[in-house]
């Protein structure tokens, strides 16, 4: 592996593991320690556990830090209590989505501090762009923190109560989208029921220095519950089962939020945010692309960019696609511009010239139980 790339904290750890080491955004990442689909499966189960340190972590904090994150992102920041997790976006000012991005507000600090965490291939042009729109003659600090934290996720329907029992704090009280400060086998974490796999859990954030203490002490733990690390190629095939959309696939600067099916992060009668006008004319122009499900019944597997069919005519294109682990078929999402198709409809897939018979389906592919 290039020493051009960065490496987690816990970089050492794969390497031990045998995984199989790639480039992703820039990082020396995990793609997987056994099989894509064992690690799918075992956190579909029992638990998953993934170093997702490679995402950007940038802190805000301040007296103006609220008001000015609300003049930054498409949803709300001012009315987040302490303690609140927000999805939202950042936009430029022509309305083109730069980033989407989870804003934490942060508990126990004498001023409103926030942590906003953002995808690690966009951290670098967010970080500049927030850099931009910082004011002059303010206490509003605006810091990435990613290189001196570490950021791990505990996964599936066993995650809250393996790390409830290494917890101080009632992380079985707490409510999805929510925070808290806690000591975490004691080391003192930022713990937030969210994840990014459709399965119930938890992400952990801590100073750098702590992060192997935590992970040996939950990879021991997990693997006692019939769990596994696992890397950022069962991240994927989850996320997609679960049609959670990923930045560079199914939103993108020429993408906007309601193709995406995500208009819900965007509130255009808050009060005024960079790219609210541009936004609002995308909203508002015709001719407007949706997002569909996809099954396809034979073995070939859609990727980004293959055309969508319907009775001979290209209708979209294929934005995601894999072979789902869970229901052993390929799936895949994608946006066509046919109006909004009905679960059943018939259409096709060109796999590398070969024309795939597929069906429309209802998303999420998949909805945990409980």
Known sequence: ???????????AWHVAQRARIVDF?????????TSIVQE?????????????????RISIHGHAAAAWLDKCVTRRVADMKP????????????????DDVLVYHALGTTSPRFQMVVNAGNRARVMAWLRQQQPPKTDLTVEDVT????????????????????????????????????EVVGVRCQVSRTGYTGEDGVELMMSQSDAQAVWQTLAEKVRSAGGCAAGLGCRDTLRLEAAMPLYGHELTEA????????GFAVDLDKH?????????????????????????????????????????ETVGKVTSGTFSPTLKCPIAMGLVAAGPLEAGTQIHVDVRGRREA?????????????
């Open 1 to 11: 592996m290039g020493t051009e790339l960065s490496t987690t904290p816990l970089y």
């Open 25 to 33: 955004a820039g990082w020396a990442m995990p793609l997987q320690y």
């Open 40 to 56: 799918h499966l075992a956190t579909r189960s029992a638990v998953g556990l993934f170093d997702i340190s490679h995402m950007g």
């Open 83 to 98: 303690g609140q997790v927000r999805y939202g976006m950042i936009a430029d000012r022509g309305g083109a989505i730069l």
């Open 147 to 182: 290189s001196g934290t570490a950021m791990i996720a505990v996964q599936g329907p066993k995650a809250v109560q393996l790390v409830g029992e290494q917890c101080e704090g009632n992380l079985q009280g707490l409510r999805y989208y929510r925070g808290m400060e806690a």
């Open 255 to 262: 993408i906007d939020p309601w193709e995406a099916g995500l």
């Open 272 to 312: 005024d945010f960079c790219g609210r006008d541009g936004l609002r004319d995308r909203k508002q122009r015709g001719g407007r692309r949706h997002r569909v499900g996809l099954s396809l019944s034979g073995r070939r597997v859609p990727r980004q960019g293959y055309a969508i069919e319907r009775d001979g």
């Open 358 to 370: 597929a069906s429309v389906v209802p998303l999420p592919f998949y909805k945990r139980s409980v």
